[in-house]
């Protein structure tokens, strides 16, 4: 069972972000690395946006930049605690509620989302900081606003930790930065730039590192949490991990807003989970669907799968050991599956016939259409990843699982009527996609990881921070992941260029220069 904790999570607009400005530059200046997360205005067709072709892909998600906005962005620095035993961080968590000045696109499906998750339009039109998106406009390089926010965050030159994050790291650009540049390369080129500590994408982290079950956002921070807490049960020489949250008094404690993360708990009975936002983390039924769509429920399942799986194996090892298995009769494919690993897949899983963005569905299906308003997440990870078009239909490995215990919905009695309102709002203020507390998810899932990686009597280095997923971008449909480099046939855009010489001053043009004709 994961431990609870309570997040503080401080809201920002307008009438309080000159006062959170030192607290906040001084967060991002003091982070060992940092944690964005966006709530957006929709994102347009689904099909577009899982063009098969990276470079069509990145067009469309340039179009979507440019008509629609950023709502709220959401920040959470973690400054690793180097005089305390294990990996302690210090967490500050931020969330920005914004409104962009210019005209932009804003989608019906993504208003009764957010809705239904908390987002307060009536807040948002009132109180949202404003913003310009495009390159700088009069004083936008100087003063205190969001652009030289995100200057501060350049400057820092932290790591930077995203869930899903190409979509993030375009608007940003977009609506913080610059114009966008036209080619993909020319894009990645900048960024490797602009974050020179690295990039990393905890859904990539997720599906190729941790290897669990399901890799959207809420599903992947419960189950780190999860981990954490039974590997301090049992004690052992590995590192664990712990947070510390500031304590915030005065006016400043007025502008906090406490966001409960509950221990899971352990019901009787069979788990009633629903089959398709187990797997995705999103279900067509929404609040109206009969079955659960508790994540800490789901997580109990799949360990519960786990252990009968690995008791399964272990009894066909042993009777293959004494020669009483026949695989004659079975199918390649099946053989090929009984020897996967715990939490891979096998090569005929599919991507579902709705993708969608941290829980929204994307529009652009044949049947209702409907819009996304973060990031695509897709199916579990899988043992021999294979490159899969958008429109391809798959089955994934949780739902090829014999005896999962998962029920069928069954007609509600009257006296069920009020346990399905309950289950109703539940649904509704559970994971509510506050890009704040979606920022510290990602976070906590990224130092979790970290810690497995670190080696037990040697102190952390830079090079502890993930190496096998640095400035890799989980790619929705691909078996490979999108790379941040510079490539030699690449140049870095004119707008880049020239807000970074207003990030670190005339001398950075200058050097690059110099560089370029010392390669020649």
């Given amino acids: 069972m994961s431990s609870s904790m309570i997040v503080p999570v401080i809201d920002v607009q307008n009438d309080n972000f000159k006062e959170l400005w030192p607290a906040m530059v001084l967060a991002i200046k003091t982070a060992s690395f940092i944690a964005l997360d966006t709530e957006l205005s929709g994102l347009g067709s689904r099909k577009a946006l899982l063009a098969e072709c990276i470079e069509d892909r990145y067009k469309a998600i340039c179009n979507a930049a440019r008509t629609r906005s950023i709502l709220s962005l959401g920040f959470a620095c973690f400054k690793k605690l180097e005089n305390k035993d294990d990996d302690t961080y210090l967490v500050q968590v931020y969330n920005l509620t914004l409104l962009c000045s210019e005209e932009y696109v804003i989608e019906p499906q993504s208003v009764q989302f957010l809705v239904q998750h908390g987002f307060d339009f009536n807040k948002q039109y009132a109180e949202g900081v404003p913003y310009l998106k495009g390159n700088d406009k009069g004083g936008d390089s100087h003063g205190i606003n969001m652009r030289m926010l995100f200057v501060e965050l350049l400057r820092a030159r932290k790591p930077l930790v995203l869930h899903n994050g190409l979509i993030d790291m375009v608007f940003l650009y977009q609506c913080f930065y610059a114009h966008l540049p036209e080619k993909l390369g020319t894009f990645t080129a900048d960024l490797s730039q602009m974050f020179p500590a690295g990039i990393y994408d905890t859904k990539y982290a997720t599906e190729y590192e941790l290897r669990f079950a399901a890799s959207y956002l809420e599903y992947a921070y419960k189950k780190c949490k999860l981990d954490n807490s039974k590997s301090l049960e049992v004690g052992g020489n590995g590192h664990h991990l712990f947070l510390e949250f500031c304590k915030y008094s005065g006016d400043l404690s007025s502008y906090v807003d406490f966001r409960p993360c509950l221990a899971g708990s352990?019901?009787?009975?069979?788990?009633?989970?629903?089959?398709?936002?187990?797997?995705?983390?999103?279900?067509?039924?929404?609040?109206?669907?009969?079955?659960?769509?508790?994540?800490?429920?789901?997580?109990?399942?799949?360990?519960?799968?786990?252990?009968?799986?690995?008791?399964?194996?272990?009894?066909?090892?042993?009777?293959?050991?004494?020669?009483?298995?026949?695989?004659?009769?079975?199918?390649?494919?099946?053989?090929?599956?009984?020897?996967?690993?715990?939490?891979?897949?096998?090569?005929?899983?599919?991507?579902?016939?709705?993708?969608?963005?941290?829980?929204?569905?994307?529009?652009?299906?044949?049947?209702?259409?409907?819009?996304?308003?973060?990031?695509?997440?897709?199916?579990?990870?899988?043992?021999?990843?294979?490159?899969?078009?958008?429109?391809?239909?798959?089955?994934?490995?949780?739902?090829?699982?014999?005896?999962?215990?998962?029920?069928?919905?069954?007609?509600?009695?009257?006296?069920?009527?009020?346990?399905?309102?309950?289950?109703?709002?539940?649904?509704?203020?559970?994971?509510?996609?506050?890009?704040?507390?979606?920022?510290?998810?990602?976070?906590?899932?990224?130092?979790?990881?970290?810690?497995?990686?670190?080696?037990?009597?040697?102190?952390?280095?830079?090079?502890?921070?993930?190496?096998?997923c640095l400035n890799k971008v989980y790619l929705s449909g691909k078996s490979v992941p999108m790379h941040i480099v510079k490539s030699t046939f690449s140049k870095s855009s004119k707008a880049h260029m020239h807000k970074m010489d207003i990030v670190w001053g005339k001398s950075f043009s200058s050097s690059v220069a110099s560089k370029a004709e010392g390669t020649v």
């Fill in 266 to 468: 352990s019901p009787e009975g069979p788990l009633n989970v629903c089959q398709r936002f187990s797997a995705y983390g999103w279900c067509p039924n929404g609040s109206e669907c009969p079955l659960s769509h508790d994540t800490d429920l789901i997580i109990q399942h799949d360990e519960k799968n786990k252990v009968e799986k690995k008791k399964k194996r272990k009894r066909k090892r042993k009777n293959s050991s004494q020669g009483n298995v026949d695989f004659e009769g079975a199918s390649e494919n099946k053989q090929a599956h009984m020897e996967l690993k715990d939490g891979e897949q096998g090569l005929d899983q599919v991507i579902p016939d709705t993708e969608q963005v941290d829980g929204t569905p994307v529009q652009g299906s044949e049947s209702g259409e409907k819009t996304i308003t973060e990031k695509v997440e897709e199916g579990n990870g899988v043992a021999e990843p294979q490159a899969v078009s958008a429109d391809e239909e798959i089955k994934t490995d949780k739902e090829k699982v014999e005896g999962n215990d998962m029920s069928e919905p069954q007609p509600l009695s009257t006296s069920d009527v009020a346990k399905k309102e309950k289950s109703k709002r539940k649904k509704l203020e559970g994971g509510s996609h506050r890009a704040g507390f979606d920022a510290f998810m990602t976070g906590y899932i990224f130092s979790y990881a970290a810690t497995l990686t670190e080696r037990v009597g040697e102190p952390p280095c830079s090079e502890s921070w993930l190496p096998e």
